[in-house]
């Protein structure tokens, strides 16, 4: 049997963004939708907190799950009341920590698609068989309790979930996460969630899955700083979970991955607990570029656009147009624009756009993705040809 490192595939979604910041570097005029990275400045509180711990010589170990200042922040900002808090460097080392925690060989964990692009590969490092449930298009490719249910086997230790969605920007409706919830409960299953998009929300109200009290015995539900406060270089995490789980998780940090990084302690702790509208504020500048893109993309080509209601992301259908690799490949080419195939997230046939740039960029490039499906690719058949 060939080792598990050896299966790995790399994150399809870094490679294009590295391919975009190489052709950058040439001299292209490239526009990198790609990364899901907030392009805005991080508040001031946070770069001022890192500049005093600099100057105080804070840049020792901190414990290995983080400071108690710091996880009694996390658990006021959060409303996290039940359960033991945990930091870690960056969301996406907590939900490996946690998937590698409950699942191992011989399981399986249920996984809506589309779905983040590292989900599948961390369920199988750990040894288990990621079990992969179609969303509904109908229900902006949700799924629903009547899907997991006939998916759920004796094997089935978990449902691994992303909620907002990367990379459709769908939303849960309460109702849908209590029945999912009720589902996990009835077959003892745990449920580990990412909300790192839960603050940008454009229309509704968020539902946390923390929400349902039945679900807080067997739910992990990772967060952090990168999406809310524009932090994801200074990778920092933050998650809840049962005791038991906790104390799992913490010992494999120990050893796996370390303490997270002190100044994005500091950077963290000052965030989460300034008086300042930060997050309205980037909602309301995701809002306006979100409601721009779609209709400048809306009124001039035939790819249909469908207005996400949290996140960052538009996810287009191109399959008109041939394969999404192909779509992509041939528009960085031709017009400098890149985007992430609907294939790096389980769902051939799409694209995803990050609009993570400034609106006039953000313009330029719906200009130049209508010109290229217009003029280069009028037929069904184009990409192919």
């Given at each position: 049997?060939?080792?598990?490192?050896?299966?790995?595939?790399?994150?399809l979604?870094?490679?294009?963004?590295?391919?975009?910041?190489?052709?950058?570097?040439?001299?292209?005029?490239?526009?990198n939708?790609?990364?899901?990275?907030?392009?805005?400045p991080?508040?001031?509180?946070?770069?001022?907190?890192?500049?005093?711990?600099?100057?105080?010589?804070?840049?020792?170990?901190?414990?290995?799950?983080?400071?108690?200042?710091?996880?009694a922040?996390?658990?006021?900002?959060?409303?996290?009341?039940?359960?033991?808090?945990?930091?870690?460097?960056?969301?996406?080392?907590?939900?490996?920590?946690?998937?590698?925690?409950?699942?191992?060989?011989?399981?399986q964990?249920?996984?809506?698609?589309?779905?983040?692009?590292?989900?599948?590969?961390?369920i199988?490092?750990?040894?288990?068989?990621?079990?992969?449930?179609?969303?509904?298009?109908?229900?902006?490719?949700?799924?629903?309790?009547?899907?997991?249910?006939?998916?759920?086997?004796?094997?089935?230790?978990?449902?691994?979930?992303?909620?907002?969605?990367?990379?459709?920007?769908?939303?849960?409706?309460?109702?849908?996460?209590?029945?999912?919830?009720?589902?996990?409960?009835?077959?003892?299953?745990?449920?580990?969630?990412?909300?790192?998009?839960?603050?940008?929300?454009?229309?509704?109200?968020?539902?946390?899955?923390?929400?349902?009290?039945?679900?807080?015995?067997?739910?992990?539900?990772?967060?952090?700083?990168?999406?809310?406060?524009?932090?994801?270089?200074?990778?920092?995490?933050?998650?809840?979970?049962?005791a038991?789980?906790?104390?799992?998780?913490?010992?494999?940090?120990?050893h796996?991955?370390?303490?997270p990084?002190?100044?994005?302690?500091?950077?963290?702790?000052?965030?989460?607990?300034?008086?300042?509208?930060?997050?309205?504020?980037l909602?309301?500048?995701?809002?306006?570029?979100?409601?721009?893109?779609v209709?400048?993309?809306?009124?001039?080509?035939?790819?249909?656009v469908?207005?996400?209601r949290?996140?960052?992301?538009?996810?287009l259908?191109?399959?008109?147009?041939?394969?999404?690799?192909?779509?992509?490949?041939?528009?960085?080419?031709?017009?400098?624009?890149?985007?992430?195939?609907?294939?790096?997230?389980?769902?051939?046939?799409?694209?995803?756009?990050a609009?993570?740039?400034?609106?006039?960029?953000?313009?330029?490039?719906?200009?130049?993705?209508?010109?290229?499906?217009?003029?280069?690719?009028?037929?069904?058949?184009g990409?192919?040809?």
């Amino acid at each position: 049997m060939k080792a598990l490192c050896r299966q790995v595939t790399h994150s399809l979604t870094m490679a294009l963004d590295q391919q975009a910041r190489r052709l950058a570097a040439s001299g292209r005029d490239i526009i990198n939708l790609t990364a899901g990275q907030v392009d805005l400045p991080m508040p001031a509180e946070g770069k001022k907190a890192i500049l005093s711990a600099l100057e105080e010589d804070r840049t020792g170990y901190v414990p290995a799950t983080g400071s108690a200042e710091l996880k009694a922040a996390v658990r006021e900002r959060m409303g996290w009341k039940d359960g033991e808090i945990l930091i870690g460097a960056g969301a996406k080392p907590l939900m490996f920590e946690a998937i590698s925690c409950l699942c191992g060989a011989g399981d399986q964990v249920l996984l809506p698609t589309p779905c983040y692009t590292s989900y599948p590969e961390m369920i199988r490092l750990s040894g288990a068989e990621p079990v992969l449930i179609a969303g509904d298009r109908r229900r902006e490719f949700t799924v629903s309790a009547e899907d997991i249910k006939g998916c759920i086997t004796e094997r089935t230790k978990a449902l691994v979930l992303n909620h907002p969605v990367n990379p459709t920007g769908a939303v849960y409706d309460g109702a849908v996460l209590k029945g999912l919830v009720e589902v996990c409960a009835a077959h003892d299953l745990y449920i580990i969630v990412d909300e790192v998009y839960s603050a940008l929300i454009y229309e509704g109200e968020f539902v946390s899955v923390y929400a349902f009290p039945g679900a807080r015995e067997r739910l992990v539900l990772v967060n952090g700083a990168s999406k809310t406060y524009a932090m994801a270089g200074l990778r920092l995490g933050y998650a809840v979970a049962p005791a038991a789980v906790a104390e799992a998780m913490g010992a494999y940090q120990s050893h796996a991955v370390g303490c997270p990084c002190s100044l994005s302690e500091r950077a963290a702790l000052a965030v989460l607990t300034m008086q300042t509208g930060y997050e309205g504020e980037l909602v309301s500048v995701f809002r306006k570029r979100r409601d721009a893109l779609v209709e400048a993309l809306s009124h001039q080509i035939r790819i249909p656009v469908q207005r996400n209601r949290g996140a960052f992301y538009l996810w287009l259908d191109v399959s008109a147009w041939g394969d999404d690799m192909t779509f992509c490949r041939k528009l960085l080419a031709q017009e400098g624009v890149a985007l992430t195939p609907g294939s790096a997230f389980c769902w051939p046939g799409y694209v995803r756009l990050a609009y993570t740039k400034k609106e006039p960029q953000l313009l330029e490039a719906a200009a130049r993705i209508c010109r290229f499906v217009q003029l280069d690719h009028s037929s069904s058949s184009g990409c192919n040809s």
